[in-house]
């Protein structure tokens, strides 16, 4: 899914900086989401279902679960499926956001600074307000570059 509804937060844990943060990524928390990998199950049964695929024999698969009571290819029994097998490829983004002078939710400018404090930059995938369509290397390299032309600037 390129861009989830669902948003995950980091908390402290305690005072201790030493503690490790509270990370919960809230993964499918917003029904939309759901919903969206239903879609997007519902389009390959149908794309299975063309001359092309048949020809074939492609087919979708169906897990047999113990513990799910859903009717096989339900809405419910997909559900089931996608809280239980899907996972993630980790590209956390997002908790040090970046922006505009007037944005209260931005934690840095856009200079890369963070707010409230001297000589202290965010330089990585965490300033993006909103994951990228694609894979976040190429972005965050490009922010890396920004930053390291920004702080050679203003030695």
Not at 77 to 95: A, D
Not at 113 to 120: C, F
Not at 122 to 136: E, F, K, L, Q, R
Request: charged share 25%.
């Amino acid at each position: 899914m390129l861009h989830p509804k669902s948003v995950g937060n980091i908390r402290l844990k305690s005072k201790n900086p030493l503690d490790p943060p509270l990370i919960d990524p809230c993964y499918l928390d917003d029904p939309a989401d759901i919903q969206t990998m239903i879609g997007g199950i519902r389009f390959i049964q149908k794309l299975c279902d063309t001359d092309t695929f048949r020809k074939y024999q492609i087919k979708p698969a169906y897990f047999k679960f113990d513990n799910c009571p859903h009717e096989v290819d339900s809405d419910k029994y997909w559900e089931h499926v996608i809280r239980h097998l899907t996972v993630t490829t980790w590209h956390y983004i997002g908790t040090c956001k970046m922006g505009a002078k007037d944005d209260k939710t931005a934690v840095v400018d856009p200079s890369l600074r963070v707010r409230g404090l001297d000589n202290i930059r965010v330089v990585d995938a965490s300033i993006m307000p909103h994951i990228t369509s694609g894979n976040t290397n190429a972005p965050t390299i490009m922010i890396a570059e920004k930053g390291a032309d920004l702080i050679l600037r203003d030695k």
